[in-house]
């Protein structure tokens, strides 16, 4: 890190001794404790202060160049994306000012811009260079941050984008509607209302197998759909289960209420294209519990959130 900072200092034309770095970096780390990151940018404003240069000077000396999104591969970095804002999602944090994706030619990363950084609102498929934006990760998904010291200039063209493939990492805190066993007219697979479906009217349905939830990260929430494999792997209830519990208890509902029982508070990352609402997973892993947080914590939260909603 100290050779890192060193070498930033280089290009703007100043040299400063490595061991001066490393001991403010020490002093910071081993002493008092703070993260590493901090850390590193407290050091660095040590020295633009003491050496009188403008932080601006820094910036475009650590980042004259364009990054490759699918080349964001390491936290605490500064880099400038020229992308397009493939998705903007609602956020419920007052210290985030906007949430979402932008794409490049190479790839799709999450962007969160804060509400201190005090920048102009981007729009929905606008295209924009986002300078000075530092990079981070949180259980291996890489991300942007917009603070005060980046900036967003629109730009006048359309960039092509690679495809929408997003990964996602958090807790399901409600089972919608419209999950577990269902029937599906056999001419247009659409989800049966009352064995009717809204075009061929009353048909034969076949029966599917399906969780259609809501994935809370922590800063936002992503309707996600599970399809009958992932289902049935994902929770040990095959169709043919679903089928026998339903004639069972002479009721299909139960069926979403076994699968809640099994999700509703549990960890998973998963990966798959957002298509309007929903993220229509491909793959699915399970996580454990996050640290210190008992899963009961977990399953109040999503009591309360599916009560709100
Ligand atoms: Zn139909």
Redesign the pocket.
């Known amino acids: 890190m100290a050779e890192e900072i060193q070498s930033v200092f280089k290009e703007a034309g100043v040299d400063i001794d490595i061991g001066e770095i490393e001991e403010r970096l020490k002093l910071l780390i081993e002493k008092f404790h703070v993260p590493e990151q901090e850390a590193k940018r407290s050091v660095v404003n040590y020295f633009l202060k003491e050496h009188k240069i403008p932080r601006t000077q820094l910036m475009s000396a650590e980042t004259q160049t364009l990054e490759h999104i699918k080349d964001i591969d390491a936290p605490g970095r500064w880099v400038n994306v020229k992308g397009k804002v493939v998705q903007l999602w609602d956020n419920k944090s007052e210290a985030v000012s906007q949430v979402g994706l932008i794409g490049d030619s190479s790839g799709v990363v999450r962007f969160v811009k804060w509400t201190s950084a005090g920048l102009p609102d981007v729009r929905l498929d606008g295209v924009y260079l986002f300078k000075n934006v530092v990079t981070d990760v949180w259980q291996g998904q890489y991300s942007i941050k917009l603070n005060k010291n980046s900036e967003i200039i629109p730009l006048d063209e359309d960039i092509e984008v690679a495809s929408q493939q997003n990964t996602m990492v958090g807790a399901i805190v409600a089972v919608q509607q419209g999950s577990g066993l269902i029937k599906r007219?056999?001419?247009?697979?659409?989800a049966?209302i009352k064995n009717t479906?809204?075009?061929?009217g009353k048909?034969e349905g076949v029966y599917d197998l399906r969780i259609k939830a809501v994935l809370d990260d922590g800063v936002r929430t992503q309707d996600v759909l599970f399809n009958r494999e992932l289902t049935e792997i994902t929770t040990g209830i095959t169709l043919e289960d679903a089928k026998e519990m339903a004639k069972r208890e002479f009721d299909m509902e139960v069926v979403k209420g076994e699968i809640a029982k099994r999700v509703l508070g549990r960890y998973f990352k998963v990966r798959g294209n957002v298509v309007g609402q929903y993220l229509l997973v491909d793959e699915v892993e399970p996580l454990p519990p996050i640290e210190g947080e008992e899963i009961e914590d977990v399953r109040a939260r999503a009591m309360q959130l599916m009560e709100a909603r």
Do not use: A, D, I, S
């Open positions: 007219c056999p001419e247009c697979k659409r049966l479906c809204n075009e061929h048909v």
